[in-house]
């Protein structure tokens, strides 16, 4: 059972998730565009990683026998000056995040919706996860500077990235 309030709270979330996956698709675009497949390909797992979360939401609000209701999702943008200015956009966005999903549990709290605020804590988890992701290499495109090899190297790491779905992890994905 949830209330009308978390019905609502929820599919908000649903769909900054979803926005979420669209910004990083767009961010795995222009990496592919400007050359950088090691880029792209993390870009692009972030995207699955993004649907991901979007679908655990979906399947949470119908398996409490409510309806998922779609909103239109924001266009994400097409540029970007650099690989630095990407991460640290995307810091940026996660931090939203995850003050969003404080907010869910703030909420689920006040209303003892004690199923919900169980469900979320994996999001509060994985938020710890994907911010540190995002300092991690924001510290090392910093090290890079404007050294070209120095970015092409990093680029090759990050084609190493890929995705695991949550059956296989057994955890909600990596
Ligand atoms: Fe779904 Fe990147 O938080």
Redesign the pocket.
């Known amino acids: 059972m949830l209330s009308e309030k978390m019905q609502e709270a929820l599919n908000g979330q649903l769909n900054?998730?979803m926005y979420?996956?669209y910004l990083?698709m767009a961010m795995s675009a222009y990496s592919m565009y400007t050359g950088l497949k090691g880029f792209a390909n993390w870009f692009m797992v972030?995207y699955q990683?993004?649907m991901?979360?979007?679908m655990k939401i979906y399947d949470y609000i119908n398996n409490q026998g409510e309806q998922a209701k779609l909103a239109a999702i924001e266009q994400p943008a097409t540029e970007f000056e650099s690989p630095l200015d990407m991460f640290e956009k995307?810091l940026e966005?996660?931090k939203f995040?995850?003050t969003s999903?404080n907010e869910l549990v703030d909420l689920a709290i006040t209303e003892k919706d004690h199923a919900t605020n169980i469900f979320l804590q994996w999001?509060v988890t994985?938020?710890i996860e994907?911010e540190g992701n995002d300092n991690e290499i924001i510290a090392r495109l910093k090290l890079v500077g404007k050294d070209g090899n120095g970015l092409l190297m990093l680029d090759r790491e990050l084609v190493a990235r890929v995705f695991t779905p949550p059956a296989a992890s057994g955890a909600g994905g990596a």
Do not use: C, P
């Open positions: 900054k998730e979420s996956a990083y972030q990683e993004e991901m979360h979007a995307t966005h996660e995040i995850t999903i999001y994985e938020q994907e």
